[in-house]
């Protein structure tokens, strides 16, 4: 099967770039299955339900999102009100946490699919438990007992190191492990020693002609007074499409290829 994981979504012009290319990218690299991050979709912060719809609607079969996850709080009375959603936070949200940090999708096909996600510690001023304890007791257990054929961990964090730790720890549990939050791609897309797919952050799909999605002028304002004024907004330029494709086929080696498409990072891979 191939599978499509697209970075963080930052505003107007990421969702643009996903409506008008998404199809595209689908049908180009014959993809079976999309895994998209939403966390700054609306507006740089959060994700409402109509924005949710629009992303599904677009070609997503499941939508993560982070630490901006309750940043539009009418989400959480969205994902009540739809039971069936497809969203995922991390699975080291507080227990109290609305939502769910994995979900079990079956393909047409009938092979069957988990979508899971954990946050990293470092850096991040959130009430997060250990995310490899929650790994070991939530997510391992499932992928043995649940007979689940692919299995994706999103590790939502700051740090390359702590991406890295966690995805050699558990190389061989997953069939990929991948970074997002820092909205920069990493070129180190690799197999694992034991066969999961790794990159350690998988980047953004946002206007690159700016600081990690935000207009450059204010970015720059805030460093140079440190403060935080004026606020942050998404850059409005072209976006680019940044993710990776994995394929991954029972006794074969699993492949993962990082992409990059439109905007100012560009790779022609459309043309």
């Not at 997510?139 to 050699?168: M, P, R, W």
């Not at 790794?198 to 002028?217: A, H, L, R």
């Not at 304002?221 to 998404?234: A, G, T, V």
């Amino acid at each position: 099967m191939n599978f499509l994981i697209i970075g963080d979504v930052v505003g107007r012009s990421g969702r643009n770039a996903l409506q008008n290319n998404l199809k595209k990218i689908q049908k180009k690299f014959s993809i079976d299955f999309t895994i998209i991050n939403g966390e700054n979709s609306a507006g740089g912060y959060g994700i409402t339900g109509k924005i949710y719809e629009d992303i599904i609607s677009w070609g997503a079969n499941a939508v993560t999102l982070g630490n901006h996850a309750w940043k539009k709080e009418e989400i959480i009375t969205y994902m009540q009100d739809n039971p069936d959603h497809n969203i995922i936070r991390p699975l080291n949200f507080t227990e109290d946490s609305p939502g769910q940090g994995y979900k079990i999708f079956t393909h047409s096909n009938g092979e069957r699919i988990l979508v899971s996600q954990v946050h990293g510690k470092s850096f991040i001023d959130l009430p997060l438990s250990n995310p490899f304890e929650a790994i070991d007791t939530k997510l391992l257990s499932i992928i043995n007992d649940h007979q689940i054929d692919y299995s994706f961990l999103e590790v939502h964090a700051e740090v390359t190191s702590e991406k890295n730790g966690i995805a050699q720890n558990y190389d061989g549990k997953f069939t990929a492990i991948y970074g997002t939050h820092v909205h920069i791609p990493t070129m180190d897309a690799r197999v694992l020693d034991k066969g999961t797919c790794f990159q350690t952050d998988i980047g953004m799909t946002g206007d690159y002609n700016s600081v990690i999605g935000m207009k450059k002028e204010n970015a720059i304002k805030r460093m140079r007074s440190e403060s935080n004024i004026p606020r942050l907004e998404p850059a409005e330029g072209e976006a680019t499409i940044s993710g990776a494709i994995i394929c991954s086929n029972k006794g074969q080696k699993s492949t993962i290829r990082s992409i990059q498409i439109g905007g100012v990072l560009d790779r022609n891979l459309l043309s």
